[in-house]
């Protein structure tokens, strides 16, 4: 469970993107806002890469204030899709890689993970090189490398922003494989795609009845 409690941050002087936010999180959920909603800033938050905030923040009990960086069960991302500029495979290794000692794996089974997840999700037939790729593709290849470790927690900045249909296809049968995912959208015909969400909009900062 995420606990954000009295939580508040701005940006700039004189103005609260987030203004005194009390939520439980416990299942997959959705905020809903446009751009000055604060939706956005709730996922930083709890990744904590925006750290000049008051109020907490509880990750399964724990403030993330005293939680390592490498200790963080969540992986987050941004509607910008940020990809090593080498291949599919490589992109997808990394995670793996990195966590290789906490997740007790060998160099040839993360190769046999990233073959199988690859097959799974019908991502065989795109280029291998991440130049090639569509920012559609790259949107999913970045999703699939935060998705391959199994985090308990993913975050997700508008997903299906500027997604072609094949793309948003593979992206829902990723999605119903995971746990714990929490996305922010600012798109309400976007909604359609998470049946499955608690929503809970957001309105300049607070949360909207």
Do not use: H
Not at 56 to 70: M, V
């Amino acid at each position: 469970m995420i606990e954000l409690k009295d939580l508040s941050i701005k940006y700039i002087d004189d103005f609260y993107m987030l203004l005194n936010i009390n939520l439980s999180i416990d299942e997959n959920t959705l905020f809903l806002g446009d751009e000055m909603s604060g939706n956005w800033a709730v996922l930083r938050l709890i990744a904590g890469i925006d750290k000049n905030y008051s109020g907490d923040i509880f990750i399964d009990g724990k403030n993330i204030k005293e939680i390592k960086e490498k200790e963080f069960n969540l992986a987050f991302v941004s509607k910008t899709p940020y990809l090593f500029n080498t291949t599919i495979d490589k992109n997808l290794m990394y995670p793996l890689k990195i966590r290789r000692k906490n997740l007790k794996i060998n160099k040839n089974e993360i190769k046999n993970i990233v073959n199988l997840y690859i097959l799974n999700n019908n991502l065989e037939n795109f280029p291998k090189k991440i130049k090639n790729l569509s920012l559609s593709q790259k949107k999913i290849i970045t999703l699939a490398r935060a998705i391959i470790r199994e985090p308990k927690y993913i975050l997700i900045e508008n997903l299906f922003e500027n997604m072609e249909e094949t793309e948003i296809n593979i992206a829902l049968n990723m999605l119903e494989n995971s746990k714990s995912i929490i996305i922010a959208c600012d798109k309400e015909e976007n909604l359609k795609y998470y049946k499955n969400f608690k929503v809970i909009n957001l309105y300049f900062g607070s949360v909207k009845n």
